[in-house]
């Protein structure tokens, strides 16, 4: 068994749509990004690529290439399973914390963990995921942007 951590942060921006965990979220904004800037998938991908030693998502989805310009992060996560797989590593299980102070999502979580456990092939159960705020203190506090981070575990099939 080999651990994995990851962490990310997009800053919030106009006319966007709400990108997290694979679904989309109804918000005033959204986040800025090469991608679709799905900050958790991108954390959760840097875990497992780190608990693999496969190096990180900019490693293999480089943001200068227009490839990935708007691209689905579920796509990500499924080509980051598809790596691991090369190395003949399965999930674990995967725990992560969202920090934002809005908006609330506590409601979307049970969708999350629905749509991430489909693509990575293990059960929802496997996957806890955590919202918090920064209490209105520093950027996230100050609603500039989400920050998540992500621990999963991976065994050698
Ligand atoms: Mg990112």
Redesign the pocket.
């Known amino acids: 068994m080999r651990v994995g951590f990851g962490y990310?942060?997009?800053p919030f921006a106009e006319g966007r749509a709400l990108w997290l965990g694979g679904i989309q979220i109804p918000h005033a904004r959204g986040l800025k990004?090469?991608?679709d800037?799905?900050?958790l998938i991108?954390?959760l991908c840097d875990a497992l690529l780190g608990a693999a030693n496969l190096r990180d998502?900019?490693y293999h989805f480089p943001?200068t290439d227009d490839a990935y310009k708007n691209i689905d992060?579920k796509i990500l996560l499924a080509r980051t399973m598809d790596l691991l797989r090369t190395k003949n590593y399965q999930t674990g299980n995967a725990d992560i914390t969202i920090c934002a102070e809005a908006p609330k999502l506590n409601p979307h979580i049970p969708q999350m963990q629905t749509c991430l456990a489909a693509i990575m092939q293990i059960p929802p159960d496997d996957i806890s995921i955590k919202a918090t705020t920064s209490e209105k203190m520093g950027f996230i506090g100050r609603e500039e942007g989400i920050a998540v981070f992500a621990t999963v575990l991976i065994e050698r099939i």
């Open positions: 990310d942060v997009h990004g090469h991608s800037a799905d900050v991108h954390a998502i900019g943001d992060s």
